[in-house]
């Protein structure tokens, strides 16, 4: 039987973004693309829909880890045998989500965790403290779990429909509405000794005179919130 993929895309006021990055999903690989507008007011919906997305919209702004946990959720409902989290901004390649599902497809993985950084990965310029951000936290994965990640805060994942339905995963918290919810699913799966594997993929970033229009992520503020999931496991109340 054909193995069936949905993948999940979190938008918030991605016009112009969010149709190409739809547009460019294999099709013959993938079953649905599951687009979540995070109650975009800029046409993100229907661009995406004319892109042959699935629309789910929320009422709402709640936050990109609730707009995750919206189409994770769709998927599990619809029985799907993998479910691939990407960026609605057109800063991923979709054409490997194939390389990111393999892994799991065939036993050998319950997450995938793309890496920009892993040998065969690549990316574009970015400012320097995103740079620096993005090297450090693995390191604090690293040191935390033990697992040798090299690219832990990249959105591009894969996931299995059973690590998500472990009753010890409980993404329905209220504190994971933002960005937490990234990290904590990956913490959760390491922490819990699902199998876990990094995969080479692509994060290509615009210009940097164009980079502020390409993130949604608040310097300061949301990399704090995003510290807690690691900061839980640290303490043992990771629940």
Known sequence: MTPRIAVVVPVFNEKGKIGRAV????????????????????GSDGEAAAAGATVLRHA????????????????????????VVMAGNDKDAPSEIPRLAAPILEGRADYVQGSRYAVGGRFGTMPLHRLLLTRAYPWLV?????????DATNGFRALSPALLKDPR?????????????EYYLQLKALSLGWRVVEIPVSKIYPDLSAYRNYTKIKPVYDWLRNLRPILRLMLGSLD
């Open 23 to 42: 547009a460019k999903v294999p099709r013959d690989v993938v079953s649905e693309v599951v687009v979540v507008s995070d109650a975009s007011d800029d």
């Open 60 to 83: 709402h702004t709640l936050g990109v880890g609730a707009a995750i946990r919206t189409g994770l959720r769709y998927g599990l409902e619809k029985g799907y045998d993998v479910l």
């Open 142 to 150: 690293r040191l935390v779990t033990g697992f040798p990640i090299t």
């Open 169 to 181: 995963v409980n993404m329905d918290q209220g504190w994971l509405n933002r960005g937490e919810l």
